[in-house]
C-alpha cells in the first residue's frame, strides 16, 4: 500500500526537534535501551530521526548513533556515510531504526539484512498513521506506512516478524476500570513497533545409509 503523503511537509528532523516530539522520543527511549541492553556484548547501530540531545546513553557494547544529514539521502553522527552502509556484512547484533526517512527504505532494511549476524534483532519504531495522536505531526512530519507494509517492507527483506505489531506512546484517556495493559497494547496509539529477527536455516547434513542386514545374502 502506498505511503499517507501529508501536506506542508517540513522534513523529518523539523517535526522531532519541538517540544511533543522530542516528548515522543523520550517514551520511546526506555524501550530502545531495554532491547540493546539484551545484548550486552553485541555491537549494535542505532538509526534516529535527530541529532540526539543530553548525555550518550550508558551502553556496554560498542555501537553506532546515527541521524539523517550530510549528502542527500545520507546519515551523520558517529560517523558520515550514505547507502550501502559502510559496515561489514554480519557485524552488528541489534538495529534499531527510529522513525526513518521512507526514500529509501527498501535499501535501508536490505542493508540491515545483510550487516545483521544470524539471530540479530531489527526494531522498527514508525508513527502510527492511525492514532489520534498524527493531529500533532500530520502537518509537519514525515511520510509514514501502516503497520501492516512495515511488516511486509521487513519481512520482504528477508528478516522474520516476531509477534505482532507493538504500539506505545499518547493514546486516549483511559476510562476507570478499564484493562490497563489492553489499552497499553491499542494499536490507536502514536508510535507503532515491530521487532524482526535474522534466522538463518541450517545446511541439512548427510543421511546415514540404513543396511538392512536381515535381506538374504547369495552365496556361491
Not at 519541538?18 to 547501530?45: F, H, K, S, V, Y
Not at 534483532?121 to 492511525?130: D, Q, S
Request: charge should be positive.
Amino acid at each position: 500500500m502506498p505511503s499517507v503523503s501529508l501536506p506542508r511537509q517540513a522534513g523529518v528532523s523539523s517535526w522531532f526537534d519541538t517540544g511533543a516530539g522530542r516528548a515522543l522520543l523520550d517514551a520511546e527511549q526506555a524501550g530502545i535501551l531495554n532491547g540493546l541492553r539484551g545484548r550486552p556484548a553485541q555491537p549494535w547501530l542505532w538509526i534516529a530521526p535527530t541529532a540526539p540531545a543530553g548525555e550518550r546513553p550508558a551502553l556496554q557494547a560498542r555501537g553506532l548513533r546515527l541521524h539523517p544529514g550530510g549528502a542527500a539521502g545520507g546519515f551523520q553522527g558517529d560517523l558520515r556515510c550514505t547507502l550501502p552502509l559502510p559496515l561489514v556484512g554480519e557485524s552488528v547484533q541489534s538495529i534499531v531504526l527510529q522513525h526513518v526517512p521512507l526514500a529509501q527504505v527498501d535499501l535501508l532494511l536490505a542493508e540491515c539484512e545483510r550487516i545483521l549476524m544470524p539471530g540479530g534483532r531489527l526494531w522498527v519504531y514508525a508513527l502510527n498513521p492511525f492514532s489520534p495522536y498524527r493531529l500533532r505531526w500530520r502537518r509537519h512530519g514525515p511520510q509514514v506506512l501502516q503497520p501492516m507494509r512495515w511488516r511486509a517492507l521487513v519481512q520482504g527483506a528477508g528478516l522474520r516478524c516476531l509477534g505482532q505489531a507493538g504500539y506505545l506512546g499518547a493514546t486516549w484517556r483511559v476510562e476507570a476500570g478499564a484493562d490497563a495493559e489492553s489499552a497499553g497494547s491499542a494499536p490507536w496509539r502514536a508510535v507503532c513497533v515491530i521487532e524482526a529477527e535474522k534466522r538463518v536455516i541450517a545446511p541439512v547434513g548427510p543421511i546415514p545409509a540404513v543396511v538392512n542386514w536381515r535381506r538374504p545374502v547369495a552365496t556361491i
